[in-house]
């Protein structure tokens, strides 16, 4: 495969592969974890049985889950809630699609929330459904598509948004690590908005493997490096791309760098170092919907 590349060298911008936003990782997280469930210091607060699953919790979650018939075991409402009528409305459409549901204290919603967020309600559901390499590709079709592959990024956060941004732009699909990365749990629902509900993701034992694959079906492989040579004006993104980004602390590894066709990085003016890895998949999820225009 030939294909016009930016003003950048490819190999000079393999030389280092950091993701957007690698220093952002370890102490950024540890900063948040003290207040995580503030609402819960005291033991005396916990109820005697905690709530165990996965689930999904919000009203504007719950309520996606319904619109696409996402599969869920039960309800959990919290007592008292229901004196807003928008939420009561919620409640009844809950059980007019069969979910049985049980009125719960707030404690045990606070206790199986990732983030004191669950607005009252929480959808109990099974393993989530995780596509394989295929379906993403058959759902890519014939023409121009966009794949956003994640090489071990591993803040559910970033996963979420980043999951988020695919879905928006129209992406055929999301490709993650089958270890050493974030998966699908409460905290993604909720940061996705939704959107792993409607966007195919797939995990996979080995992420340069399936971007051989995704180039055998004619996608062309970018990396997301602040080192490449070119910026994303530059880079061709028109057609199919597997748009890779690397994790919060390595970037892209070198044999995933060494499968990608091109690299490429966002124009940049100021004195930050960089965006973080959500920030700047966004940005170039939207520079490929614009090429793709």
């Not at 996965?54 to 809630?81: Q, S, W």
């Not at 549901?101 to 607005?119: I, K, N, T, Y």
Request: with cysteine; aromatic share 4%; net charge positive.
């Amino acid at each position: 495969m030939s294909r016009a590349t930016g003003s950048g060298s490819r190999q000079a911008g393999k030389r280092s592969g950091e993701a957007y936003g690698k220093r952002e990782g370890s102490a950024q997280r540890k900063a948040v974890a003290p207040a995580r469930h503030a609402s819960n210091r005291s033991s005396a607060q916990q109820p005697a049985i905690r709530p165990t699953g996965a689930y999904i919790e919000g009203r504007r979650a719950a309520a996606e889950a319904l619109r696409t018939g996402f599969p869920v075991k039960r309800a959990l409402v919290a007592e008292g809630a229901d004196r807003d009528a928008s939420f009561t409305a919620l409640v009844a459409d809950v059980q007019a699609a069969g979910i049985p549901v049980r009125r719960v204290s707030r404690a045990e919603l606070d206790a199986l929330s990732a983030h004191g967020a669950h607005q009252g309600i929480a959808l109990e559901v099974g393993e989530f459904p995780y596509a394989s390499l295929q379906d993403v590709i058959a759902r890519a079709g014939d023409g121009a598509a966009l794949v956003v592959v994640l090489d071990h990024v591993t803040d559910a956060g970033n996963f979420g948004a980043i999951v988020r941004s695919a879905e928006v732009v129209g992406a055929a699909g999301v490709v993650i690590a089958s270890k050493r990365a974030a998966e699908v749990t409460v905290t993604t629902y909720k940061t996705s908005a939704g959107a792993v509900m409607h966007l195919p993701i797939a995990r996979v034992p080995n992420i340069a493997r399936a971007l051989e694959d995704l180039k055998a079906a004619g996608f062309w492989a970018v990396g997301a490096s602040e080192h490449a040579g070119g910026v994303c004006w530059e880079t061709p993104l028109a057609g199919r791309i597997a748009l890779v980004m690397g994790s919060e602390g390595d970037g892209i590894s070198r044999l995933v760098l060494e499968t990608c066709d091109d690299l490429t990085k966002l124009p940049q003016r100021g004195q930050t170092e960089s965006l973080n890895v959500a920030q700047a998949a966004t940005a170039l999820c939207y520079e490929w919907l614009r090429q793709n225009q």
